[in-house]
């Protein structure tokens, strides 16, 4: 069963999303929270997972980032990673006033950027009894090397810097597509499936996605550095998913930041590149998932 839900975080943006509750489930249920990555809705397939999360016997919470989608918040296609941990610890807390919920059974899910931002905050808030984190970004500067071009990077800082200028005096933020059909035109993501991705899905599921965030949201990706904390999550039970042909959140650096992590985690690895996750790989990312979470807080 699915109903719309709206709450307000601590400093008083209402976010809106789904509670998710299963049917064979009755009294308080283990429950996960769940938000999506960079710019993307939650019609971006999160029903898809919170649906089989619920059948396994979990509810979930799934909410659009501030600044996307049906929540509200401004400035509008604006990411501030730190700013949506603290919305993700927010979650957790309306979690815990819903009736259906088991406080002492909560979950987080990720991917992508979020898949980083659970990270974090499994590692910082031990209400979280369990952690799902799908195709990471583990370091926001390192990732971005990755994906710029070197004699680029001089020029997207002076774009940053300008953009800092004209805030200060007033001016709105400049903007940036997030994805872009020439992977040399300038992009959040500047990748040839990103395009695909986004722009497939948005036409099919997603129409309130946008194409743009503000250039302060690709600063903020360069200063992001979720990997830092993955030692820091244990005893928290971690599962990384991981997309081994993923160019996007490079599958080379999420394993070797499972690598960092302490015991209990599993490494589920799939052949596929990153927006498989969603689609072709969904069951083979969803159904591990799943079960990780019943074994960790449903079981027993």
């Known amino acids: 069963m699915r109903s719309d839900i709206a709450f307000k975080t601590e400093d008083g943006v209402t976010l809106r999303g789904w509670h998710y509750l299963p049917d064979k489930c009755s009294g308080k249920c283990p429950t996960i929270v769940m938000a999506h990555g960079y710019s993307a809705v939650k ?8 649906a089989t ?25 604006e990411i501030d990673p730190w700013q949506q941990i603290r919305d993700y610890r927010d979650a957790i807390t309306y979690a815990e006033t819903l009736p259906e919920t088991d406080p002492a059974r909560l979950g987080v899910w990720g991917s992508s950027y979020s898949g980083g931002h659970v990270l974090v905050v499994s590692a910082i808030d031990r209400r979280v009894k369990c952690v799902v984190s799908q195709v990471p970004l583990i370091s926001g500067h390192a990732n971005a090397r990755r994906l710029i071009r070197a004699d680029t990077f001089a020029g997207l800082h002076a774009m940053f810097d300008a953009d800092r200028r004209d805030r200060y005096i ?27 991705w986004f722009t497939e899905t948005s036409k099919a599921r997603a ?30 039970p971690l599962l990384v998913v991981v997309a081994l042909q993923d160019h996007l959140t490079v599958s080379d650096a999420a394993l070797a930041a499972y690598e960092r992590a302490l015991q209990p985690k599993k490494l589920v690895a799939l052949r596929g590149g990153h927006f498989d996750t969603y689609v072709k790989d969904f069951s083979a990312a969803a159904e591990p998932a799943r079960d990780w979470f019943i074994e960790h807080l449903l079981a027993g």
């Open 43 to 50: 019609e971006m397939y999160l029903d898809k997972f919170a």
């Open 53 to 77: 999360f619920a059948l396994g016997g979990l509810a979930a919470i799934v909410f659009d980032n501030r600044n996307f989608g049906a929540s509200d918040g401004t400035p509008r296609q």
């Open 207 to 236: 129409p309130s996605w946008k194409n743009e965030v503000t250039m302060r949201s690709v600063e903020m990706f360069l200063e992001y550095e979720p990997g830092t904390y993955m030692a820091h999550i244990s005893p928290t």
């Open 170 to 196: 007033g001016k709105e933020p400049a903007m940036i597509p997030v994805v872009s059909k020439d992977p040399a035109g300038p992009a959040a993501l500047p990748t040839p499936d990103s395009w695909t």
